[in-house]
């Protein structure tokens, strides 16, 4: 008998129960979009602020604390090249998207045919690109070139992957404009009694400090400086877990953390984790998070989830809502049926059974519509901002689930209290 | 033994008194009509004693029960156990086809029964037009399917609020016809009603005016006069 109310009512009422669909589809679908979307966002949102550079630096355990405490750039202190592809072995291999080692160092610049004859100027040797296979046999393509995404580039980047370009080097804006150099134009760098030349492929503007050196291939750099499988320092870029309290206790001294709290921290992504582990496979590296990055990456993540979620509730809200009226003018509609069922000796938690019941099966109707179609919106935003695949979580179902379900009883709380109040003898004399 | 008591039971809205210190017992298998004018507390009455409201003060006893300070949960209890319900509007619900809406009183009762339904439906007339929505049944008609389901789960009182109001002669004259069976099975009727035919077809006629029963009408002399003679 219970079945064939429902049923019937359902059909009767197809009208506004379609409504009521309609309505929950929208919430629903907004929800499950915004949830998916938020959930498999943070590393969408992390690539796109890999345009902001590395977020990481690794120096040798020395050169750091003098660095720190006195801002040398160049010293004599090395990390090993041999050491660098084992960057992506670590834990958090997988969340190191891009790196490049730098070598620092002094050389002579002059410049032939003109009065130039030696000036000390900087130099950095990187990998401009580099191809390599890892152990794991995955290819990996990584290099400066990708850590400095917003460089201003008159002429053409380097190409570490092609032997001819060790015959050329890039000059930063502020040093080409010092002495007068040009693309095309030929240099001599010279340092020890090793003198090389060079033609300029190509002039960069960075914006800062970057604008004052040479940039060559590493081992370019490492010959002119003769320290052949050194490296001053290791840019990286990684996508990471904002930090909360826990990273922040960790990163002050990981040993103070219990066992239970080392797992937790080891196994998430936070900056600090990533370094530690950086640490263990970089022989003498100490590994720092480069703060303004990591930390405008984190509060941008932070910002950008926030938003999500006032999104999802707004959204829940602006739906319980419009369904809140809508069940509250079918009951109104079917008052007189309602105090019928009174008077024929219906409790009325059976009678809010009922139009729950009906309402229910309604929202399950638009749920179902609405999570799907919501699916349908998360990789319609995944492809429009991020040109990514959003990842499905499964405990989305289960979130919009319980938002459904809350969002049907709040919304159901107005009908309530109209049935509760509702006298049979009221509706059934016409009042 | 009377199977109702009104004692001293006044209804107050306010500054008016709906119903105003009615004493009234109804036997066992009794049939009784209650007439008045408009305002003159019918409805407020049917209302008491069907336990869809209570009293202001005074008691209602109903089958030898106290009803008159029951909460709202007990008095549904107790309505849906020993009142059966007919209204003028017939009050079907309109996508349920007749026997359903039999068995709707039945599933609030205790088991909805397909065949007892039936067998009710069979009673008033009406078991060949079972499974035809109320749009498709006459006055009468609905009005027999009220009455079937009032009785589907054989109360102690009939309770009707004008049965007949809305129905031609003819129909009129079934439906008596019905009250009369029912009465002749030991079923107590209670009908209010503003047509004095229909009033004088019971044992015992009660006037009310202002709240207040002005007359009380023994009938048994000229019980089942009325509406046979006119229809035969």
Do not use: W
């Given at each position: 008998m219970f079945s064939r109310m429902i049923l019937k009512t359902l059909i009767k009422q197809k009208s506004k129960m379609l409504m009521i669909a309609f309505t929950i589809i929208l919430g629903v679908s907004l929800s499950?979009?915004?949830?998916?979307?938020?959930?498999?966002?943070?590393?969408?949102?992390?690539?796109?602020?890999?345009?902001?550079?590395?977020?990481?630096?690794?120096k040798h355990k020395d050169a750091a604390i003098i660095s720190e405490l006195y801002g040398l750039g160049v010293n004599d202190k090395f990390l090993y090249e041999d050491d660098i592809l084992k960057l992506k072995t670590i834990f958090w291999g997988f969340n190191i998207l891009d790196f490049a080692p730098i070598l620092e160092g002094r050389v002579i610049l002059s410049i032939p045919g003109t009065n130039n004859t030696g000036s000390e100027v900087f130099i950095n040797g990187t990998w401009i690109t580099k191809h390599a296979v890892l152990s794991t046999g995955e290819d990996l393509n990584t290099g400066l070139k990708n850590l400095r995404t917003w460089w201003d580039i008159q002429g053409e980047w380097l190409d570490g992957n092609d032997e001819n370009d060790k015959n050329f080097v890039m000059a930063g804006k502020s040093l080409a404009e010092k002495f007068n150099i040009h693309v095309g134009d030929a240099i001599r760098l010279s340092k020890n009694g090793v003198i090389k030349n060079f033609v300029i492929k190509g002039i960069f503007n960075d914006g800062g400090n970057a604008d004052e050196i040479i940039l060559t291939d590493l081992t370019v750099a490492q010959e002119l400086l003769n320290l052949s499988g050194k490296i001053s320092s290791i840019e990286i870029s990684a996508l990471t877990t904002p930090d909360n309290d826990l990273a922040r206790k960790a990163a002050q001294n990981p040993s103070s953390l219990s066992p239970d709290e080392y797992e937790t921290w080891?196994?998430?992504?936070?900056?600090?984790?990533?370094?530690h582990q950086i640490q263990e496979v970089i022989r003498d590296g100490v590994a720092r998070a480069v703060r303004q990055v990591a930390e405008s990456e984190g509060t941008i993540l932070n910002k950008t989830t926030l938003l999500m979620i006032l999104i999802t509730i707004l959204?829940?809200?602006?739906?319980?809502?419009?369904?809140?009226?809508?069940?509250?003018?079918?009951?109104?509609?079917?008052?007189?049926?309602?105090?019928?069922?009174?008077a024929l000796g219906a409790f009325n938690y059976q009678i809010i059974f009922l139009v729950l019941s009906e309402?229910?099966?309604?929202?399950?109707?638009?749920?179902?519509?609405?999570?799907?179609?919501?699916?349908?919106?998360?990789?319609?935003?995944?492809?429009?901002?991020?040109?990514?695949?959003?990842?499905?979580?499964?405990i989305v179902i289960l979130i919009?689930?319980?938002?459904?379900?809350?969002?049907?009883?709040?919304?159901?709380?107005?009908?309530?209290?109209?049935?509760?109040?509702?006298?049979?003898?009221?509706?059934?004399?016409?009042? | 033994m009377p199977i109702l008591e009104l004692k001293n039971v006044s209804k107050i809205y306010g500054s008016l008194k709906a119903l105003n210190d009615i004493n009234l017992s109804v036997n066992a298998g009794d049939w009784l009509s209650i007439m008045g004018p408009s305002g003159s507390g019918k409805t407020t009455m049917i209302n008491i004693i069907g336990c869809m409201d209570t009293p202001s003060t005074g008691n209602v006893i109903l089958d030898g029960v106290d009803i008159s300070k029951e909460s709202q949960s007990n008095l549904t209890r107790i309505r849906r156990d020993k009142i059966g319900?007919?209204?003028?509007?017939?009050?079907?619900?309109?996508?349920?086809?007749?026997?359903?809406?039999?068995?709707?009183?039945?599933?609030?009762?205790?088991?909805?029964?397909?065949?007892?339904?039936?067998?009710?439906?069979?009673?008033?007339?009406?078991k060949e037009r079972a499974y035809h929505l109320p749009s498709q049944l006459s006055g009468g008609e609905q009005q027999r399917v009220c009455i079937a389901r009032a009785l589907i789960n054989s109360p102690q009182i009939l309770l009707g609020d004008e049965p007949t109001g809305n129905l031609d002669e003819e129909n009129e004259k079934v439906v008596v016809d019905i009250f009369r069976r029912l009465h002749s099975e030991g079923v107590t009727i209670i009908i209010v009603t503003h047509d004095p035919e229909v009033g004088d077809v019971a044992q015992r006629k009660i006037i009310l005016e202002h709240g207040r029963v002005i007359q009380d009408i023994d009938q048994r002399a000229t019980f089942g006069e009325a509406l046979k003679l006119k229809g035969a």
């Open positions: 499950t979009a915004m949830l998916n979307v938020m959930l498999g966002v943070g590393d969408k949102v992390n690539r796109e602020l890999k345009i902001y550079g590395a977020n990481i630096n690794v080891y196994c998430t992504a936070y900056v600090s984790a990533i370094c959204s829940s809200i602006g739906s319980a809502l419009a369904i809140s009226n809508l069940i509250t003018a079918s009951v109104i509609e079917r008052s007189q049926e309602l105090g019928l069922l009174k309402i229910i099966l309604t929202g399950l109707f638009g749920g179902v519509i609405g999570y799907f179609l919501g699916i349908g919106f998360a990789q319609i935003i995944g492809q429009t901002i991020f040109s990514a695949y959003i990842e499905i979580s499964h919009t689930g319980a938002i459904l379900f809350l969002v049907i009883i709040t919304g159901s709380i107005p009908a309530i209290r109209y049935l509760m109040a509702l006298k049979p003898t009221e509706v059934l004399h016409g009042k | 319900l007919i209204f003028q509007q017939f009050h079907l619900i309109n996508y349920l086809t007749a026997v359903e809406n039999v068995m709707l009183a039945q599933y609030y009762h205790s088991m909805p029964d397909e065949q007892e339904a039936l067998e009710a439906l069979e009673k008033v007339g009406l």
